[in-house]
Structures are given as C-alpha cells and as structure tokens.
C-alpha cells in the first residue's frame, strides 16, 4: 500500500490542520478513477487534538481502499463554537473543490469522530451546511451533560437529528466513565426515530478512548470484541457506499433510511402502521393490498380478526416486505408502489 502524505496549515491564527493521506490510482484497478474518502476528527474535549486517534486510525481505511484526511480543528483557547464547525465546513470544501487532484469521490465522503471528535462528526451529520455522506461515531459527546462540559453554546447532537442525518456507525463501552454509554444509546434511539440507517456495537468493558481497540493502545482492560470495531465499520461503509469491482463501485446494500415515513412523497417502504394512518388517497391506492392481507391471514389463521392482528402486530415493518411476504405478485406491487409515490407525504416526521 503506497499513499502519498500532506499537511495543510487550514488556519494559521488557529492551528487548523489537515493531513492528506492519498493513494493513487493505476490501470491495474480497472476502471477505477476515485476513491471514497474518510474524514477522521480526534478526540480530546476540546482541548487537545490527540495523536491516539488520527492517523493511526486511518491506515486500516486506506488498506481497504479509502482516501483519508485527519482534521486537527480548532481546540484550547480557539475550542469556541462554531469555530471547529467551520473547520469542518473548509475542509469538505476544500476536499470537493480537489476531487480530481485528490480522487475522490465527493458523494461518498464519510467522517470519523472520538469523544470530543464523535461531537464534531455526530454535528457535522445532523447540523452542518455540507453533511457527510455517512458518520463513524466513537464513544461520541452527544448528550447535553457531556457536551456543556466541553465548551458553551456547542449543539446536542441528540437533539439535533433530523430526517437528512446521514447512516451512522456507533461505538462505545458499558462501563465508559468519561462518556456514559447513554450518550450513544440516546443518539441510537433519535436515529431510529427518523429511521435512520444505523449500525451500533456497545462493548462490555473497554472505558474510554480505546482508538483502534490494539493492545499499544489500551488504557485500561478492554474486552476482546473491541478492536473488531474497525473491521466492522469498514464492513459496513462497504454496505453504505458500495463494494469494489473493477468497474468502480457495486450498488450500496444498505438503504440510508430504515423506511419511507420521512421521504417527501409516500412508498410501500413506509411501515404498515405509518400507512394505515394517511389520509383518503393512500387508503384509496392501498385499499386492496390491505384486503389481500386480511385474506391471506384469515386463511392461515381461521378466524375474522386476524387480518387486523396480523397488521397491528407487524405495524413496523415496512408494507412491501409483507406483501412479499404473502405472495403479491411483482408487477402488483410495482404499481401500488408507483401510485403511492405521487401522493405527498403529509405527515412527515418533524
């Protein structure tokens, strides 16, 4: 693995810096002209930028293939919001205006935050003017507690997910005394309020600022599983923005929203309950798909109350999963699908 590194002072007044650590491409890689990138913000409660989590942390991403870029913004006596957040701001403008010298594919631009960082990449994701394509949070500041230790006027991250908040991967550990774990399990369940796409691991053991989860790296006693975290981030952006073939990138597995209640116009990916609760077109297209239902539950269960059981009991599952699930054929569900999507979403989540 051969990759080229760079240090651009962003603001001098400040310390402002980022590290480019870029690869090439050759005619052995096919059709392969950019790369996604990774965006990696240390941690350090603002006060510090710490080695332990920047580049270190970016060598795994480049061996999978990845540009990476190490953002030391703004902390100490400069930490003062929206300070680091504009840091961020230049840097993705920074990065897209560079696409071509840099390679990378600008729509395919993830971050990675520790602690204080987490902050920063958690913000970036749900607040800033140019949001990433997909946030890495590390035992992340995201509550209100954590964050006002941090520094004054900074955003909460959990109040501040909305429906274009990115995926996001989650990391942390129980027993986390620095940054109780409730600060990723709150941010989990602000995700899932919007069905937004997520991946989460909470670790046994492992306290606070394990980086990489390698032993030279331990703090404290970390449990086994810890360090698999990399891997499977990886794993996972590989879901979120498309594997390697020879003709660039294959089409993503993993959809950016877990449903369709917060789209700007209705599909059978919304969940069955938030279906049943539209207004007089939606029931009008759906009407007969809700009957294809009840029939099929009534024949499986024997009685008249099934049909209604069965969609209360499944309310969260998306309503094309259970009209394959009972056998609707393909050409029906395509075009049930296709008069939904010219109704306006109403009730869209807020």
């Known amino acids: 693995m051969l990759f080229q590194v760079n240090e651009i002072m962003l ?5 402002v810096k980022l590290t480019t650590m870029l690869q ?23 006060a510090v930028c710490s080695d332990r989590e920047a580049e270190v942390v970016a060598y795994p991403y480049l061996q999978a293939g990845f540009q990476a870029f190490v953002l030391r913004y703004s902390v100490g006596e400069y930490k003062a919001w929206p300070n680091p957040m504009e840091d961020y701001e230049q840097t993705m403008e920074l990065i897209k205006e560079k696409e071509d010298e840099w390679n990378v594919i600008t729509d395919k631009i993830a971050v990675i935050g520790f602690s204080a960082g987490g902050h920063l990449a958690a913000t970036a994701a749900t607040c800033a003017k140019t949001r990433p394509n997909a946030a890495i949070i590390g035992y992340g500041a995201l509550t209100q507690e954590i964050v006002d230790f941090c520094g004054p006027n900074m955003p909460y991250p959990v109040d501040c997910v909305d429906a274009d908040t990115c995926p996001c991967f989650l990391f942390a550990a129980r027993d986390d005394s620095a940054v109780p774990v409730y600060n990723t399990i709150d941010f989990e369940r602000a995700l899932y309020n919007y069905s937004i796409s997520f991946e989460a691991h909470i670790y046994a053991y492992g306290e606070h600022g394990f980086s990489t989860g390698e032993s030279n790296m331990a703090i404290t006693d970390m449990c086994s599983r810890v360090p698999h975290w990399v891997k499977d981030s990886i794993d996972w952006l590989y879901d979120v923005f498309g594997t390697w073939n020879t003709e660039g990138l294959n089409k993503p597995k993993c959809s950016a929203k877990l449903d369709g209640n917060a789209e700007e116009f209705l599909s059978l990916d919304c969940t069955i309950d938030y279906l049943r609760k539209q207004g007089k077109a939606a029931h009008q297209v759906l009407s007969g798909a809700f009957a294809a239902v009840e029939a099929v539950a009534r024949e499986r269960f024997g009685n008249e109350e099934s049909g209604k059981l069965v969609l209360a009991a499944l309310k969260n599952m998306n309503f094309r999963n259970l009209l394959i699930l009972i056998g609707q054929p393909e050409e029906s569900i395509a075009a049930i699908d296709a008069a939904l999507c010219k109704i306006p979403n109403e009730k869209m989540k807020t």
């Open 24 to 46: 090439s491409v050759s005619e052995d890689l096919g059709k392969i002209k950019k790369r996604p990138a990774v965006l990696i913000f240390p941690g350090g409660a603002y």
């Open 11 to 15: 603001n001098k007044e400040r310390n």
